[in-house]
């Protein structure tokens, strides 16, 4: 189910996409998803298709999501 959920989103969306949490457990997973753009909300759009990509898709409950953007003056 990873596997084909990760496949979608990069597929739909030019984003990367890694499996980076749970690998062990069998009913619970976590995906981290990444992506650049030349401006913050381009990307927050991006991320906030992707999220309800991720929502609709049937066998999925999202428990928690967070956002962090990074720029050169950090």
Not at 48 to 58: D, K, L, M, N, Y
Not at 60 to 73: A, F, N, Q
């Amino acid at each position: 189910m990873v596997k084909s959920l990760s496949s979608a989103i990069r597929s739909t969306f030019e984003v990367a996409v890694a499996e980076t949490g749970y690998q062990d457990k069998w009913q619970r997973a976590e995906i981290g998803i990444a992506a650049v753009a030349a401006e913050g909300y381009h990307l927050k759009k991006v991320m906030h298709s992707v999220e309800r990509f991720v929502e609709r898709w049937a066998e999925v409950e999202i428990i928690d999501s967070d956002l962090t953007l990074h720029s050169p003056e950090d």
